[in-house]
């Protein structure tokens, strides 16, 4: 029973609550947290790592006026629970349910859309400096993990705020690193030092006297500043924020309702940025997750009395690790990069193989590819796992820094296409549209594991020169034997007279089910598996197409500069004789949902493209 959760419908039903109820409103949460996530899948770690955090924040700020800015946002299903999202948890990450992550279009208390780490300080920054601007009165906090600052954007707005300085929270969530005790004690009085009101007027009062002083006082009191930051660097550590020009408040407890109110209410007295070091637990208050932080940061239905997960299947990223393994035992020049996502890479097994030739370097996108050009310039060749919408962060170090040097970098895209659950900014939409306008880049989509295996092989012995395999999240559909592989040449998987279906990646076996129901209706239907999207075999394609009279293009990816308007766009130019249709995502953003629903929603099914390509031939 919830004897306090009940009462919460906004943040402020929050403030009417004792300290004594607080605890119980966390066990109560939690409670919630893993009820809900437990059935249908998400982030469960970081969230009950962050109960009382949330709490607090909600409680000194006045939301939705004051505006709080969750990187990433994977963390904020608490802050849904406390601002009348509650009842709807269990619709978490289904189709026209809660969003996984932060989104306006749901609540009016999700400042802006997240999904990916590291932007947090730079919208807060941006936000701050339009409300000073515009001589508005409001409070700009943002959430931050210890994680995201190795993502180079959070510095970049580090340097910036330090030259603004606009008065905003920075609260820093370190779920890693540990402090010393008395460390702790040491800048825990340092906050409370600088936060003393009395503190702060003798010290502007002082730093004004000395400046105006006759004959000098501005170079004194330089010289008395270089001496202050030398002595702050010898006797208290996690000063870099005040390098940057931020102050630097904490370490806190995170688990302390009170005690992070306190430091809460004393930083936002401070006219400037102010960061707040907080110490929290991954997976708090939920054994399983405690222990294994990692694998319920992000995770599936579980069984939540024993934290048992549901077996996990065999997955096209399981393929790739396996099959990098295999090569990276015959030869010894391949390394492998990855951006912090070893687990969901596939490359556990390679981590404990190959830790030496296994680099993470941590939510850093844009450093993993140019990284990655100058291991290839330096005479290895590394294979880079990095998911769909997290290589989009990278496009000019994938321009400037491995394409235009034409180097032999290997790069492995999984989650392309359509993704469940995650939604908008986790979808691979784009891959195909921005890697094939780039010159030197090749771009290869398989079928089926056995068709990754190829290609990877290829990639890594065969190939000069920058090449890109994209695949799906998950199980391939079939085995669908393709022969051997080579560079620019499809393959015809079914032959047939009336239509010709030019089909990537898992989308091959769907025009194998389409072909399928159009021979129900007596219709004859070509299959081609294009294999290769850059360079395209347009001799195969159009071979076909002038036999069949008509070409349908069937891809997972945005329509605009896809691979079927680049068929298209060629077939006008060489003035071919058959007609063209192209299936892709048109011109949108994909929510979340289950692969099914998205299917559903877009057309994907094998029904409704038999259905398109009845229509197609009957005009």
Not at 269 to 297: C, M, N, R, W
């Amino acid at each position: 029973m919830q004897k306090y959760l009940n009462k919460i419908n906004s943040p402020a039903d929050l403030k009417n609550l004792g300290k004594e109820e607080i605890p119980v409103l966390c066990s109560e949460i939690r409670e919630l947290l893993i009820n809900s996530v437990s059935k249908s899948g998400g982030h469960l770690a970081g969230n009950l790592g962050v109960v009382e955090l949330t709490i607090a924040l909600h409680r000194v700020l006045e939301a939705p006026k004051d505006k709080i800015i969750w990187d990433v946002g994977h963390q904020s299903y608490v802050h849904k629970i406390l601002t009348g999202r509650k009842d709807e948890l269990d619709t978490l990450r289904k189709m026209g349910g809660l969003s996984g992550f932060c989104s306006p279009d749901e609540s009016e208390y999700d400042t802006t859309f997240t999904g990916h780490a590291s932007s947090s300080l730079s919208v807060a920054a941006g936000i701050a400096a339009a409300r000073d601007i515009s001589g508005e009165d409001y409070t700009v906090a943002a959430v931050i993990g210890d994680g995201a600052f190795t993502g180079g954007l959070a510095f970049e707005a580090l340097n910036n705020i330090g030259n603004l300085k606009p008065k905003m929270l920075i609260i820093l969530n370190d779920n890693e690193m540990s402090i010393a005790e008395n460390v702790g004690a040491f800048s825990a009085f340092l906050s409370r030092a600088r936060t003393n009101p009395r503190y702060t007027a003798s010290k502007r009062k002082i730093v004004e006297k000395i400046k105006n002083m006759p004959g000098g006082g501005k170079k004194l009191m330089q010289s008395l500043q270089n001496i202050k930051r030398h002595i702050k660097w010898m006797v208290t550590p996690n000063l870099l924020f005040e390098q940057f020009g931020v102050t630097y408040l904490g370490p806190v407890n995170g688990h302390s309702v009170e005690d992070m109110e306190d430091l809460l209410r004393r930083a936002m007295t401070l006219d400037e940025p102010v960061l707040i070091h907080v110490i929290t637990k991954k997976g708090k208050g939920y054994s399983p997750a405690e222990k294994s932080p990692q694998i319920f940061h992000g995770v599936g239905p579980f069984e939540k009395s024993t934290g048992e997960l549901e077996k996990k299947r065999a997955s096209f990223s399981d393929a790739f690790g396996k099959t990098l393994c295999t090569l990276c035992e015959k030869n010894d020049k391949v390394v492998a990069i990855t951006p912090a996502m070893i687990p969901g890479s596939g490359l556990l097994e390679f981590s404990n193989k190959f830790p030496e030739r296994l680099y993470d370097v941590g939510i850093a996108e844009g450093h993993a590819v140019t990284f990655a050009g100058g291991l290839a310039r330096g005479g290895l060749i590394p294979v880079t796992a990095i998911y769909s919408s997290f290589l989009q962060r990278a496009y000019d170090n994938l321009i400037c820094d491995v394409a235009l040097a034409n180097y032999h970098a290997i790069f492995a895209v999984d989650r392309a296409g359509l993704v469940a659950g995650d939604g908008a900014t986790h979808q691979g939409m784009f891959d195909i549209s921005y890697l094939t306008s780039i010159p030197n880049i090749s771009l290869l989509s398989p079928s089926c594991y056995s068709e990754l295996e190829k290609m990877l092989d290829y990639a890594v012995n065969q190939h000069n020169g920058p090449i890109a395999i994209r695949y799906p999240r998950g199980r391939e559909k079939a085995d669908i034997d393709n022969g051997d592989f080579i560079l620019g040449r499809a393959s015809i998987v079914r032959e047939g007279t009336a239509v010709t279906i030019a089909a990537e990646g898992q989308s091959v076996y769907t025009a194998l089910c389409v072909a399928e129901l159009l021979k129900e209706k007596g219709v004859s239907a070509e299959i081609i598996d294009v294999r290769t999207i850059k360079p395209i075999d347009f001799d195969t394609v159009f071979k076909s197409s002038r036999k069949t009279g008509y070409l349908y293009t069937l891809e997972e990816n945005l329509r605009r500069g896809g691979m079927g308007e680049m068929l298209s766009s060629y077939a006008k130019e060489s003035l071919e004789p058959f007609k063209v249709k192209i299936k892709a995502i048109e011109d949108t953003f994909v929510p979340h949902g289950s692969i099914n629903e998205l299917n559903e929603k877009y057309g994907f099914t094998a029904e409704k493209i038999a259905l398109d390509i009845e229509r197609m031939l009957a005009q």
